[in-house]
């Protein structure tokens, strides 16, 4: 097997391994990138966290905005966007 394909395998045997997060949960910008730099593969300087979960916490708010805007199921997606 190639390295490549071997890698690959791994990556995905330690995924399958690794729990998921609970969207029920409130977010914990925090836990969040503790959880997904390993299963990226990046390495995380510690001076950056406070700066990466600040912004999460922005990136979070803005979701929450959209997920809570009031839309009717009879609305469909538009099929196109056009400048």
């Known amino acids: ?16 391994r690794t ?6 949960a409130t ?3 925090e836990a969040f990138a503790a959880a997904v730099t390993p299963l990226l593969g990046l390495p995380l300087d510690p001076r ?9 916490r922005v990136l979070a708010k803005a ?5 809570d805007f009031p839309l009717a199921d009879e609305v469909e997606a ?3 966007f056009e400048a």
């Open 48 to 56: 950056w966290m406070d700066s990466i979960t600040a912004n999460l």
């Open 1 to 16: 097997m190639s390295p490549a394909k071997d890698q690959s395998r791994q990556r995905t045997e330690d995924n399958a």
């Open 27 to 29: 977010f914990d910008p």
């Open 19 to 24: 729990p998921m997060l609970d969207p029920s």
């Open 63 to 67: 979701a929450e905005l959209v997920s």
């Open 78 to 80: 538009a099929p196109s």
